[in-house]
């Protein structure tokens, strides 16, 4: 009598990609990640506690919009999806800022800096595009968001992981906190500035938007 060899759990796997290519087990949602990516609000915001399941969920939608169609053979997407030959999976150029992983209590505002420039810089070589040589990280990335948009002929696509984990790690140092508060402030509003070359835009955290005030530029 032979035994079958169990099909491996994604414990503490976050990358959509690697549950694929690695045959984990994977409870196929993809139908609401569909849902979610043809939402007519085209910016969501979701709000949950942490181990909710919302890096994996952010990582199937990188992979839906950067055209990944071998990852979702066989899944609900599959069939929502019109085939290439029909202009579906189409490659769209993503901005995915992990905040989940930062460390932002030790320098606060360079941390940030940082963590955002290396996404920047990601970006800037998978799609040969120019890193704009100005400090401004707001002018930085509106940049960087039109010419990805030129370049790939069509609107970007923004994924922020818990976008509060900066101001979260400093709510008891005021000195940290608010000039983080003002820099995200600004960084956020590109949302709304560049929304005409956003196809969509999805912020994830634990924290409810009145917790924060970083939202008015962006209703």
């Known amino acids: 009598m032979s035994l079958e060899t169990p099909q491996k759990l994604p414990v503490s796997v976050q990358s959509f990609k690697v549950v694929r290519e690695q045959d984990y087990k994977y409870v196929?949602?993809?139908?609401?990640?569909?849902?979610?990516?043809?939402?007519?609000?085209?910016?969501?915001?979701l709000s949950r506690p942490r181990r909710f399941g919302k890096s994996m969920m952010l990582s199937t939608l990188?992979?839906?919009f950067k055209g990944n169609h071998e990852l979702f053979r066989g899944l609900a997407a599959d069939q929502l999806e019109p085939p290439e030959?029909?202009?579906?999976?189409?490659?769209?150029?993503?901005?995915?800022f992990d905040f989940a992983s930062g460390v932002f209590q030790n320098n606060g505002i360079?941390?940030?800096?940082?963590?955002?420039?290396?996404?920047?810089?990601d970006?800037?070589?998978?799609?040969?595009?120019?890193?704009?040589?100005?400090?401004?990280?707001?002018?930085?990335?509106?940049?960087?968001?039109?010419?990805?948009?030129?370049?790939?002929?069509?609107p970007v696509v923004i994924l922020f992981d818990e976008y509060d984990q900066p101001l979260n790690q400093n709510l008891?140092?005021?000195?940290?906190?608010?000039?983080?508060?003002?820099e995200m402030r600004a960084f956020f509003s590109?949302?709304?500035t560049a929304s005409e070359n956003i196809r969509f835009a999805m912020l994830t955290g634990v924290t409810k938007f009145s917790g924060v005030t970083l939202f008015s530029g962006v209703n």
């Open 62 to 64: 990188e992979e839906y």
């Open 123 to 154: 970006v800037v070589r998978k799609h040969n595009l120019e890193l704009p040589k100005i400090h401004s990280l707001t002018a930085k990335f509106q940049n960087l968001i039109n010419q990805a948009a030129e370049k790939s002929g069509l």
């Open 190 to 192: 590109i949302l709304k």
């Open 110 to 121: 360079n941390e940030l800096h940082d963590n955002i420039n290396n996404t920047f810089s």
């Open 28 to 45: 196929d949602k993809t139908h609401k990640m569909y849902a979610l990516a043809h939402d007519q609000s085209n910016m969501i915001f």
């Open 172 to 182: 008891m140092d005021y000195d940290k906190l608010q000039p983080l508060r003002n």
């Open 85 to 96: 030959s029909e202009g579906g999976w189409k490659e769209h150029i993503v901005f995915h």
